[in-house]
């Protein structure tokens, strides 16, 4: 299947401080790009729809102002927590759709866990 | 009702044991289905594709009914390893461009 990375895997941070997660489709180009957050033993959110060269779709409730995305090209796309707090704490994971295949799966990246202190 | 709606367990089998998930769906001009598998604290991974009436790839099998708008999953000769939740997804009608929907998962623990 596609491989998607996704940088850093692991990162703590102070409350009030950025961070900034990049997603990155290997051997496929992806000109959409999706971020989901997933909070302990819940179901994977959508948060949003990343696409190269335009804004991102924003899913309800997610504030573009604190959840910056940048799909720059067409396999880099980067979610920049602003101002992060301790809710933010969550597993950050990106995923892409590989439009060659006949299904258009959709591969994930390893995922971010995220803690804020 | 929604999208996608999966029990969501936790199904607790002995190992060998045969099991199986229902996943149903709300919107009838779906074509192609997908069945991940999430392990704790990992990404999902694609387990399997289902575009006709079913699939099968060695212990797993996936069928489609469209007329009830079902899909299952099911796994012969548990494993251990098996222990997952698994989450079924069905794409959005389809350019590409959306997210996939995927259930809250059903969660299996198969013990020794």
């Known amino acids: 299947g596609a491989v998607v990375s996704q940088h850093p895997s692991r990162v703590i941070c102070k409350s009030g401080t950025s961070v900034k997660i990049e997603c990155r489709s290997l051997?496929?180009?992806?000109?959409?790009m999706f971020w989901y957050r997933q909070f302990p033993k819940q179901s994977l959110m959508l948060m949003a729809t990343?696409?190269?060269?335009?804004?991102?779709?924003?899913e309800q409730g997610v504030e573009k102002d604190k959840f910056l995305i940048n799909h720059a090209s067409l396999t880099l796309s980067t979610l920049t927590v602003t101002s992060a707090h301790p809710e933010d704490s969550s597993f950050y994971i990106c995923?892409?759709?590989?439009?060659?295949?006949?299904?258009?799966?959709?591969?994930f990246g390893p995922g971010t866990r995220l803690t804020v202190t | 009702r929604k999208e996608v709606e999966q029990d969501p367990g936790p199904f607790n089998v002995p190992e060998g044991a045969t099991v199986a998930f229902n996943c149903t769906y709300s919107?009838?001009?779906?074509?192609?289905f997908f069945w991940y598998r999430q392990d704790c604290r990992k990404e999902p991974k694609l387990l399997m594709s289902?575009?006709?009436s079913g699939n099968e790839d060695g212990r797993f099998t996936a069928q489609l009914n469209r007329a009830s708008q079902y899909i299952s999953l099911l796994i012969r000769d548990s494993k251990l390893s098996d222990s997952a939740t698994y989450l079924c997804v069905v794409p959005p009608g389809d350019t590409g461009r959306r997210a996939l929907t995927f259930g809250s998962g059903t969660r299996l623990q198969v013990q020794p």
């Open positions: 051997d496929f180009q992806a000109t959409t």
């Open positions: 995923s892409a759709r590989d439009l060659r295949g006949a299904g258009r799966e959709q591969y």
């Open positions: 289902v575009y006709s």
């Open positions: 990343s696409n190269e060269g335009s804004k991102a779709t924003y």
């Open positions: 919107n009838s001009a779906s074509q192609s």
